[in-house]
C-alpha cells in the first residue's frame, strides 16, 4: 500500500515533475521560488546568501523562513536543476504527508486500506494543497504526522531511540516549518 500512496500522489501531482513550469502559483511563483534562486546563485558564486541587496533596500536573507535555508530538504532542492528541484521538494513533501498519515493510522490500528484512505485524504486534502503555495507551512504540515508517530513511540515506550526519533521529527518541523505548525 505504500508504494500505491506514492503513486496516487504522484499521479494527482504530476505537473511537478516538469523542468519548464513551477509546479504552483500565487506565493510560490512570486516569491518562494526566486529567493531560493538568488540564494542558490549567491552560493554557486562564493557568497553566503546572509543579505538581499534586491528587495526593499536590502534585508536579511538567511533569516527568512520562507527560504528554509537552514533545513536539510533545502540542499537537495540546490542540488537539482530549476524549476525541477524546486518542483521535486514541494512533491517529497506530500510524499512525506501521504505516508506519515499512513504510518499514524497504522499505528492507531486501522487497517491497511483504511490507512491508504486516509495517507491520501491528508495529503491531497484541500487545506494541504492550500499550504502547498506556502513553502515553510508545507514543510510544517507534512512533518505532522511524523511528528505524532513519533510521540506516540515516544510515550507507549520510552527510549534512547525513540526520544531521537521524536526530536530528528520535531527538529526536521521546526528547521522547516512555520512556527505556528511546529
Do not use: K
Amino acid at each position: 500500500y505504500p508504494i500505491a500512496l506514492l503513486l496516487a500522489v504522484s499521479a494527482a501531482g504530476w505537473q511537478g515533475f516538469s523542468t519548464t513550469r513551477v509546479f504552483y502559483y500565487r506565493d510560490l511563483l512570486l516569491y518562494s521560488y526566486p529567493m531560493p534562486q538568488l540564494a542558490m546563485n549567491m552560493l554557486r558564486h562564493g557568497y553566503l546568501p546572509l543579505w538581499d541587496p534586491y528587495t526593499d533596500f536590502g534585508s536579511p536573507l538567511a533569516a527568512m523562513p520562507d527560504l528554509l535555508l537552514y533545513y536539510p530538504g533545502t540542499w537537495l532542492r540546490f542540488a537539482l536543476p530549476y524549476p525541477f528541484g524546486f518542483n521535486f521538494h514541494i512533491i517529497v513533501h506530500f510524499y512525506l504527508a501521504a505516508l506519515g498519515a499512513y504510518c499514524l493510522s497504522r499505528d492507531l490500528g486501522m487497517s491497511r486500506p483504511a490507512s491508504f484512505v486516509v495517507g491520501v485524504a491528508y495529503s491531497l486534502s484541500g487545506p494541504m494543497l492550500s499550504v502547498g503555495t506556502m513553502y515553510n507551512m508545507l514543510t510544517a504540515a507534512s512533518w505532522m504526522p511524523l511528528c505524532l508517530l513519533a510521540v506516540r513511540w515516544t510515550v507507549r515506550q520510552p527510549s534512547a531511540w525513540r526520544i531521537m526519533l521524536l526530536s530528528v521529527a520535531l527538529g526536521m518541523q521546526a528547521m522547516g516549518g512555520e512556527t505556528i505548525f511546529s
